[in-house]
């Protein structure tokens, strides 16, 4: 009488068919023989290895559920067994094309792997990991999965990027995970949440502060604290610390989005950050529509055209109501402006009250330029002197001029110098 050992010899000697049917056969006359069982179980893993590449995501979800129906009662006693099927779950994930099925293969394979024993950390559990973020960018259950996984399990090696072959950087593994956690929490925010997400991403950035994007989430994160008043007083001193970041302007910018004026003065903050053009389209948009409605028709008019320049040497589509805007604009009888270098200036002193408003000022008169590098050199009092670079501060700087300083006191080999925080002209004396 044929048995489970039976069923085995099929299946090592790559009789597939054979072994199924037998297993099959036998599962009928004895559905809860564990013996069966698992010998079925492997012939399903074999099967299942077999559509994981380049099956459709039907077969592969059949043989995955039918996998999983029979393991659901003992998966702690067959952990060998699931990890291998996981496995072929994270090819089957990066193989996945974007289909109306893969929110179903991330869903069915999520419903067995929490019920399943899974080391953490390992290379299959980052493994996992990895093929979730892949296959689900869009997928409606990511924020669940990621909060299941836990952030805490990532290994070292999680934390390197990588290049491709062509010499591309990758980013890490953890810095998509945080990413994509960060999204999630931003969509579903709860305080408790928002508290531990800024906590661990600001000893992310401490740890890596070679990750471009966590701190613009951390900054996020901030601003979904709680009141405007409230969420800048957190954001403070993040702000303070990247303030050379243009997209930190732009979020700074929806904070004050019912205060033109404060808006208007972030948004050129964000479009005076060294930055290539193309990142800054958006914020260059966003600062010509609230120029136009404070009637400053010729800087928004400039504005919109350099967006549309950057887009155009980028390659990219110029949508038609930019277009339509610079007709607008110019049916007011608006004039291109060689810059917005003087608009920039102008808004300059209160972006920087926004940033120092909480320190005192005190008033320096200008006594020496160097023109050639754009510096002025000031004095307080005898004790307190020091340097600024004035070309984005004021169109023309002289001797005698004074200025109000927000300064901060450092220690050097030489001694105490002083770092101006904020600058800008004034009438005082």
Request: aromatic content about 10%; charged content about 25%.
């Amino acid at each position: 009488m044929p048995t489970a050992k039976d069923i085995t010899t099929f299946r090592k000697a790559g009789q597939l068919t054979e072994a199924f049917d037998l297993a099959t056969e036998l599962l009928s006359a004895e559905p809860d023989n564990i013996w069966i069982k698992r010998a079925m179980g492997w012939v399903r893993y074999e099967r299942l290895k077999v559509v994981a590449k380049n099956g459709s995501p039907d077969a592969f979800l059949a043989e995955w559920s039918a996998l999983s129906a029979l393991v659901a009662n003992n998966p702690a006693d067959e952990t060998m067994l699931t990890n291998q099927a996981i496995w072929q779950a994270v090819s089957h994930l990066f193989a996945l094309s974007e289909s109306g099925k893969v929110a179903e293969v991330l869903n069915t394979v999520f419903a067995s792997v929490q019920q399943w024993p899974v080391v953490r950390p390992s290379d299959l559990y980052s493994a996992l990991l990895k093929a979730f973020l892949k296959a689900g960018k869009t997928w409606a259950g990511l924020g669940n999965f990621l909060t299941w996984w836990q952030l805490g399990n990532l290994r070292s090696e999680d934390y390197l990027s990588s290049l491709t072959n062509e010499g591309k950087k990758l980013m890490s593994l953890a810095e998509q995970a945080y990413i994509a956690y960060a999204k999630h929490v931003l969509l579903h925010p709860t305080p408790e949440t928002i508290r531990a997400l800024i906590a661990d991403l600001e000893v992310l950035h401490t740890q890596h502060p070679e990750y471009q994007y966590p701190p613009y989430y951390q900054a996020k994160l901030l601003v979904a604290t709680g009141s405007k008043e409230e969420a800048m007083t957190a954001l403070l001193p993040f702000a303070r610390r990247r303030q050379s970041e243009f997209w930190l302007w732009d979020l700074l910018a929806e904070l004050y989005d019912d205060e033109p004026e404060k808006a208007i003065a972030c948004l050129c903050r964000a479009v005076s950050c060294r930055s290539e053009e193309k990142f800054l389209v958006k914020a260059r948009v966003n600062l010509a529509r609230k120029l136009n409605a404070a009637g400053q028709l010729n800087e928004a008019l400039t504005e919109l055209t350099l967006a549309i320049k950057a887009r155009q040497a980028e390659g990219w589509r110029v949508a038609e109501n930019l277009t339509a805007g610079v007709d607008k604009l110019t049916k007011k009888r608006a004039n291109l402006l060689a810059d917005n270098k003087p608009l920039y200036r102008r808004y300059y002193p209160m972006t920087e009250d926004l940033l120092y408003g909480d320190m005192p000022e005190q008033i320096g008169v200008i006594t020496f330029l160097n023109t050639e590098k754009k510096v002025a050199h000031f004095m307080v009092n005898k004790a307190i002197t020091g340097h600024f670079n004035y070309d984005r501060i004021m169109a023309r700087a002289q001797p005698g001029d004074a200025v109000a300083l927000r300064l901060e006191e450092r220690m050097g080999k030489d001694g105490k110098f002083w770092i101006p925080l904020s600058i800008k002209p004034t009438s005082q004396v």
